[in-house]
């Protein structure tokens, strides 16, 4: 099966409507496709690190729950009486619609008549049938990164809202068809239209896309994949997607935070979604706001994974492609190369994406956090060049002293005694901001071993 062609009758028929979304622009690509899932460092090698999706043929068909995850053998479990779960109301999603109360036995019920649809994380007694993919079984995934898990479940037609995750996704569809219509957010991110910030998606009327008044939809370059039943989809973090689910549709979904480093992993026993641990909402100030500073900074790693390394004309350029005429507007070039310096942590002249993959986490946070000190509405380029200043120079006093890979408590106990006097330089409603954020820096850095 060629994974981006549908291949279903109902998804022909809806193509046949040209204002779906997907059919604005130019003929449709398809995504690479491999037989079963790969190891973690090859996943991250090839895939998450230059951002790029990938399907994994019949990955899920080895799952217990491939096989198991029948009606009648969730309605033969006595946890499915007292198991209380929320469900979807409307299949076409508008993120207005509200949520239905019931156990999991009633929702068995009903769902094949309602319009509705479940949303939850896997309930803990089917657990045990749902395996740790195996691209993602690595100690340091399993203890650092796994956010969520989620399991989809409908009669079929449910059609998402057009957006993007905040999350890294590797989505396995156990019964039916998924069709996934997608945009890569390093080429589009002016274009894909998120209007409703705050929960990164879209106000377009999917099956009715008005080209007038969503105009970037015409020059955007569209994927599409069709998954089937024993199929796993990653969905690189940020990327825009719609999917549109057909006939009876069950699917369980892992999240897990964005990190961009090659990974090293030891070997560890196969593992089920019950004995490891979801950290969702646990890291919530260190992830990636979705916003259109999000997609300038992603827009940057990604050109850097492709040239390797950029000098600070390729820097410049990049910028310049990365902003949009507003902001260039008020950007001049020494900002740009301030901002060079600032992320040139070897200070050897280059970015490279290991660079980048440091900054992506706490920089755009660290600096919408500062207040306006002058009171203007505005954060100008003065109070911007205070913070750029003095933060790297107090950030790059600390090595690894004793140059074993880690930051120990001695280190870390060196940052805490000069802290105070480096946060004095800041007044008012600054202090709390900084400290706050740096000690929250200093915490991880030591977590995953980040070095500045």
């Not at 080209?211 to 969905?235: H, R, S, W």
């Not at 973090?237 to 897990?256: E, K, Q, T």
């Not at 827009?299 to 390729?314: F, N």
């Not at 001695?410 to 202090?431: A, G, R, T, W």
Request: proline fraction near 5%; include cysteine.
């Amino acid at each position: 099966m060629n994974p981006g062609v549908p291949i279903h009758l109902s998804v022909i028929l809806s193509l046949l409507r040209a204002s779906y979304i997907g059919l604005q622009s130019g003929p449709q690509k398809s995504i690479d496709a491999l037989d079963g899932f790969i190891d973690p460092v090859q996943f991250f090698d090839q895939f998450v690190i230059p951002g790029k999706p990938v399907l994994f043929r019949g990955a899920a068909k080895t799952f217990p729950a491939f096989n198991k995850w029948t009606d009648e053998y969730f309605k033969s479990l006595p946890e499915s009486n007292s198991f209380s779960a929320f469900a979807e109301e409307g299949k076409k999603e508008n993120r207005s619609d509200g949520a239905k109360h019931l156990s999991f036995s009633e929702f068995l019920n009903v769902y094949q008549t309602e319009d509705i649809y479940y949303v939850n994380p896997v309930p803990p007694f089917l657990a045990q049938d749902v395996p740790l993919h195996h691209s993602l079984n690595c100690p340091f995934i399993v203890e650092n990164l796994l956010a969520d898990n989620v399991m989809w479940f409908s009669s079929g037609g449910t059609k998402s809202v057009w957006h993007n995750d905040a999350y890294e996704n590797i989505n396995c569809l156990l019964r039916g068809t998924k069709w996934f219509i997608m945009a890569n957010r390093s080429e589009t991110s002016q274009k894909a239209h998120i209007d409703i910030i705050n929960g990164a998606y879209s106000s377009v009327d999917v099956e009715n896309v008005d080209i007038d008044k969503y105009p970037g939809f015409k020059d955007m370059q569209f994927y599409n994949v069709t998954m089937e039943a024993g199929d796993c989809l990653y969905i690189p973090w940020l990327w825009f997607h719609h999917v549109n689910s057909i006939g009876s549709n069950l699917a369980v979904n892992i999240w897990w935070r964005a990190y961009r480093t090659p990974l090293k992993c030891e070997q560890m026993k196969p593992l089920t979604f019950d004995q490891v641990h979801f950290r969702d909402g646990e890291d919530d100030d260190l992830e990636m706001p979705l916003n259109e500073a999000a997609h300038q900074n992603i827009y940057l790693h990604d050109r850097m994974y492709t040239e390797k390394t950029i000098d600070p004309s390729g820097f410049l350029d990049s910028v310049g492609q990365a902003l949009n005429e507003r902001d260039l507007e008020h950007v001049t070039d020494e900002d740009v190369y301030k901002l060079f310096d600032l992320l040139d942590l070897d200070r050897n002249g280059l970015l490279d994406y290991i660079e980048i993959d440091k900054i992506l986490d706490v920089f755009p946070k660290f600096m919408r956090q500062f207040k306006d000190s002058n009171r203007n509405g505005l954060l100008d380029y003065i109070e911007i060049d205070k913070i750029l200043d003095v933060f790297p120079k107090f950030m790059r006093q600390f090595k690894d002293s004793n140059r074993n890979g880690l930051l120990d408590y001695i280190e870390i106990d060196k940052i805490l005694d000069v802290l105070p006097k480096f946060i004095l330089q800041f007044k008012d409603e600054l202090y709390r901001t900084v400290s706050s954020l740096i000690i929250k820096v200093i915490e991880y850095s030591s977590k995953v071993f980040f070095l500045w």
